[in-house]
């Protein structure tokens, strides 16, 4: 290593000179020894100051540019150097030699350059603000049949690729048609692997989910998954995953989405449709995924429906329900829930058996499948024979209450609770309601009015209305227990509550006075003057509401 201390000395002297022949013999050197050992050649070069000097020997003029470059790529392997190299203003000049013609050149730029930037959001931000994007793109361009630069290429973008900013400046080059032209031409799976590397976070952008089916894309990942589809070696199984999960992140944009549908005529839409019913869980996840997407507006919807989808995805479901899937059972019942939302849909889907087929996943106790279960059936109950049949079904009703009391999963606590509200407001039922007063429901609804969505707190008072109406007898012990009233005064009180809670709050107050005890409570807890104040409301409905209440509670004093 004492040789290296007298090549460092010597290249400060030649790296000022310029003395070609030197410098040349010098940076051989360096590489040889940073070859044997380069964290400690690393530290010697840090020593030693020489860092300054080799911006000046970056310039399109030097001679031996492509040999620093290549030893700022081998030092910066080494994260100790890498803010030593930026300190020494090497980003600058090795960001402009990516503009040269050399292939040499602008591999060992292209590593330096990666290898500064390595695991830094700032500096790759820098090299975005550098505009290299737009650069390297056009190199991927020319230098396609160059295997190392391509590669080069590919982890650049992969790395840039991660950060938000980089995807304004992707959308506005040719990288889309790039990237396709060079996944066609790969046989070899880690190639392959590299570009849907890259392909992946790309495809996160809506712009760019456009140029990639525009450019074919979809195409090369149907012919991925035929080839793939029935091999059961490790690299087949895996590009098969990917490219699947790549198609159906490609159906999130709504262009693309829309493009590809073809008003359900497309032949991808056709071919998509046969993954269904095929034997590959991954197939199946992605088909049902895939189904789910399209299903994200109205016209869709009902073509699907109109089209026998519902029968494949209940015959998907039927073959997972012992022991299945969870993540396809998840996925076809969140393409039921989108289906299911166009009112021309309901019926039809009813008809179908949605429903029956639903409920046998009753017994999952995985959150996920619970949470679009319970979605999906929200959706069907529009229809008063619907909403009743569920809420006569005991064991339905008793599963929502427990999962009521779910609260390490917000979202199943909160969709089974609007399910209740739903088989109540919809069914408009006595008999629904006793199911729901016998299974303990009621205090949930009366949890839910005090939600933070004012959504949810409104039809938890409709359906507390009906109650009061229709079953007052059968629920004012639960009602009390519950302390609704108590709840609906600090509802009226309160500033901050929307004028259709009030409105509503009001309305429950009026219902529950034909029972003696919560009457009672409402007359102790002195509604009048809460209620008065309120005729003077800026919404007509509520200053309305609080007048005919207010004579209510006046003539029942």
């Known amino acids: ?13 030649t790296a000022v000179d310029k003395t070609e022949d030197s410098l040349e013999g010098c940076l051989d050197c360096l590489l040889q020894a940073l070859a044997q050992n380069n964290t400690e050649t690393s530290e010697k070069i840090q020593a030693s100051g020489i860092l300054q000097l080799f911006a000046s020997l970056l310039t399109p003029q030097s001679s031996c540019k492509a040999k620093v470059a290549n030893i700022i790529a081998e030092v910066a392997k080494n994260e100790f150097m890498r803010i030593p190299c930026v300190d020494a203003g090497l980003i600058s000049p090795l960001v402009q030699l990516l503009n040269s013609k050399d292939q040499e050149v602008l591999l060992q730029t292209g590593r330096a350059l990666g ?24 190199l991927l361009g020319i230098h396609c049949q160059n295997a190392a630069l391509t590669e080069m290429c ?15 400046q992707f959308a506005s080059t040719n990288i889309a048609e790039e990237l396709v032209k060079l996944f066609k031409k790969q046989i070899e799976h880690d190639k ?3 570009i849907f590397e890259v392909l992946a976070p790309l495809a996160e952008n809506d712009a760019i989910k456009l140029q990639l089916v525009e450019a074919g894309l979809v195409e090369c990942l149907l012919e991925i998954v035929q080839q793939k589809v029935d091999s059961d070696k490790e690299d087949d199984i895996t590009e098969l995953k990917t490219g699947s999960d790549l198609m159906v992140l490609l159906l999130l944009g709504d262009e693309s989405m829309q493009k590809l549908f073809e008003g359900g005529k497309g032949g991808v839409f056709q071919r998509v449709l046969s993954w269904i019913p095929s034997n590959n869980h991954q197939l199946q996840l992605a088909g049902a995924l895939a189904i789910a997407n399209f299903a994200r507006n109205d016209g869709n919807c009902i073509h699907m429906v109109d089209n026998g989808i519902v029968e494949k995805l209940m015959d998907l479901l039927d073959r997972h329900v012992e022991d299945g899937n969870v993540t396809v059972q998840h996925a076809a019942l969140s393409a039921l829930r989108n289906l299911a939302i166009p009112v021309i849909n309901k019926a039809k889907m009813l008809s179908a058996g949605v429903t029956e087929a639903v409920l046998k996943f009753l017994k999952s106790e995985m959150p996920p499948v619970q949470f679009k279960l319970l979605g999906t ?5 529009d229809a008063q024979e619907a909403a009743e049949q569920l809420g006569k079904n005991v064991k339905l009703v008793e599963r929502l209450v427990e999962w009521c009391e779910a609260k390490d999963h917000a979202g199943v606590m909160g969709e089974s609770n609007r399910l209740l509200s739903a088989l109540i407001r919809h069914s408009k039922s006595k008999d629904v309601i006793k199911t729901i007063v016998q299974s303990g429901g009621i205090k949930h609804l009366v949890t839910m009015a005090t939600s933070e969505h004012v959504i949810m707190q409104n039809e938890a008072l409709v359906a507390l209305a009906l109650i009061a109406a229709l079953e007052l007898g059968t629920a004012e012990k639960d009602l009390e227990s519950a302390k609704l009233v108590q709840i609906l005064h600090r509802l009226l009180a309160d500033e901050r509550s929307a004028p259709e809670i009030k409105y509503n709050s009001m309305v429950l107050i009026c219902a529950l006075m034909g029972s003696e005890c919560l009457h009672k409570e ?12 309120l005729r003077s409301h800026e919404n007509k409905s509520v200053a309305q509401q609080a007048s005919l209440t207010e004579q209510r509670l006046t003539v029942e004093s």
């Open 377 to 381: 059936l929200r959706m069907l109950i």
């Open 192 to 194: 392959r692997e590299m």
């Open 522 to 533: 409402v007359q102790d807890l002195a509604f009048l003057d809460v209620v008065s104040k």
């Open 1 to 13: 290593m004492d040789n290296l201390s007298d090549t460092l000395k010597k290249l400060k002297i």
């Open 154 to 168: 590919l982890v650049a973008f992969g790395n840039l690729a991660e950060l938000e900013s980089s995807k304004e």
């Open 115 to 138: 290898n500064i930037c390595y695991d830094s959001h700032s500096l790759q931000a820098q090299l975005i603000n550098m505009g290299v994007i737009p650069t390297l793109v056009k």
